[in-house]
């Protein structure tokens, strides 16, 4: 049996390098592509060397149109505006897509839903195992304490990070809402300042630190009267992301075109 051939998008950034060094050192998988902005200094560049090993002949490229015809697969962490133009690709050529990019506009999150309909698309805002059964714990946390438990989502990442909050303390509080049988967008807080009232009853509320090289601590806070609940998940090492990636594109394989998330990946959905 051939192997799974793959493109890694982002390949410059951190999880780009370390799903290639993954994909290089994992049988049955193969890179075929590593795609990087058009301005990029890192263009023309062999793809192993800029993960850190050996060369492995696939120079980091601005075309992904070229890299799609040879792959099965992209997995992608780049940005919401490439991921949206690559999920129209993997329509088109009928590949997996699996999205770890953050950071989308509901208009990107459309468009990754219409192209949905030709392609297996797997998104999440956090690939691993471990976040994923948080969010299934908070789901059942917010639905069996009901509105009289405050929820507040506190999150810390590395001072390079772009978008606030992240996308996994916007999963965690999706998860929260589908507890609640609420809508996210109409019951989050995502900033306080200044003289702002008491809380709104019902609201669920996002804090973002930023700072150093923290890969991603993330805490759910369940605060009642004279009690509190919380919920917690760290990340050590950016590993735990790209293997969860990793897994996610060679369950996609053969699935027939829809939009997935991690916790299909999982088994954990339903």
């Known amino acids: 049996m051939s192997d799974l051939r793959l493109i890694v998008a982002g390949a410059a950034g951190r999880m780009g390098r370390v799903l290639i060094d993954l994909i290089t050192n994992t049988e049955g998988v193969t890179l075929v592509g590593a795609l990087e902005g058009g301005e990029s200094k890192f263009l023309g560049q062999d793809a192993g060397t800029l993960a850190g090993g050996g060369p492995l002949g696939v120079a980091v490229s601005s075309d992904p149109l070229g890299c799609v015809i040879a792959a099965d697969g992209i997995i992608d962490f780049s940005s919401p505006r490439a991921s949206v133009e690559l999920a129209a690709l993997a329509a088109q050529a009928r590949i997996a897509h699996v999205i770890g990019t953050t950071g989308f506009s509901n208009d990107d999150l459309k468009a990754i839903s219409a192209a949905a309909r030709h392609a297996a698309i797997v998104r999440s805002g956090n690939m691993s195992l ?6 299934g714990l908070v789901e059942k946390a917010a639905r069996t304490l009901g509105i009289d438990f405050d929820i507040e989502i506190a999150e810390m990442h590395h001072r390079m990070k772009v978008d606030a909050p992240s996308g996994t303390a916007l999963l965690l509080g999706a998860a929260a809402a589908r507890g609640r ?13 200044g003289h702002t009232g008491a809380r709104v009853p019902g609201s669920i509320g996002f804090a973002s630190l930023r700072g150093g090289t923290v890969v991603g601590d ?12 919380e919920l917690a998940h760290r990340a050590e ?7 969860g990636a990793l897994h996610a594109a060679v369950w996609a394989q053969g699935r027939k075109p829809g939009l997935y ?3 299909d990946v999982l088994g954990l959905a339903g």
């Open 218 to 229: 993330h805490m759910v806070v369940f605060a009642g009267q004279g009690e509190r609940l």
């Open 261 to 263: 998330s991690m916790a």
């Open 130 to 135: 471990g976040v994923n059964l948080l969010a």
């Open 237 to 243: 090492d950016r590993g735990i992301f790209a293997r």
């Open 181 to 193: 049988g609420v809508d996210l967008e109409e019951n989050s807080v995502r900033s306080r300042d």
